[in-house]
């Protein structure tokens, strides 16, 4: 029975740090074949915060359940955690040149499915099946990020099974600097347009104030 609770408590520990984890940032980039591509996840917690059994899961052009799972500890090996305000970086495959260029820095895992403007992206705990955030309506098929960038807001502290577009700036063009900055970002998400580092919380940012992790 003391085996059973201490279990229970070390699975519940880890289900609540892995709810520190965000999908940040969503590219449907404007450059020849709509590349870059890229999703951004971020620990925005103040400690690790662990990978195991955590999933990036898609929905493509308005089918209604997620598949096509890229499984975090294969991708990021050797990580097995996210350490406190760390970003990771996901693009296919043909994306990561055109990143490298834009950002100065390889992505941090090339491979899994590309995502177009309509497309859903969900974080998920396998073992569970249990949706943890979530950017786009699952069933949609509208356009929503064409050729745009969707950055989720520096107040946003907290995971969103549901997605909920105040949440979220998108841009109306997808220009990326040698910087990795997008253009016209919008207030919401002020200090949040670099792509590989996010801040959450409140209080504004500065220029190139992030966390310096890749």
Do not use: C
Not at 82 to 103: H, K, M, N, Y
């Amino acid at each position: 029975m003391k085996t059973a609770f201490v279990l229970a408590g070390a699975l519940l520990l880890a289900a609540t740090s892995q709810a520190q984890i965000l999908i940040t940032q969503v590219v449907d980039g404007d450059l020849a074949g709509g590349t870059p591509k890229v999703i951004e996840l971020t620990n925005i917690g103040a400690s690790a915060a662990p990978l195991a059994n955590l999933q990036v899961q898609f929905a493509f052009n308005g089918a209604a359940t997620l598949g096509n799972a890229v499984t975090l500890t294969t991708a990021l090996t050797p990580l097995t955690e996210l350490s406190a305000g760390q970003s990771v970086t996901i693009v296919p495959t043909g994306s990561d040149d055109e990143f490298l260029a834009i950002t100065g820095f390889a992505p941090s895992f090339v491979g899994g499915s590309s995502v177009n403007g309509n497309d859903v992206v969900a974080l998920v705990n396998s073992a569970t099946t249990t949706v943890i955030d979530q950017f786009g309506t699952l069933g949609s098929a509208t356009d929503f990020y064409l050729d745009s960038s969707a950055v989720r807001n520096q107040s946003i502290t907290a995971p969103n099974a549901t997605y909920t577009s105040s949440e979220w700036t998108i841009t109306s063009v997808d220009t990326l600097d040698l910087n990795g900055h997008i253009a016209a970002i919008g207030s919401g998400a002020t200090g949040n347009n670099r792509l590989g580092f996010h801040q959450a919380g409140a209080a504004p940012a500065s220029a190139d104030a992030w966390n310096l992790y890749q």
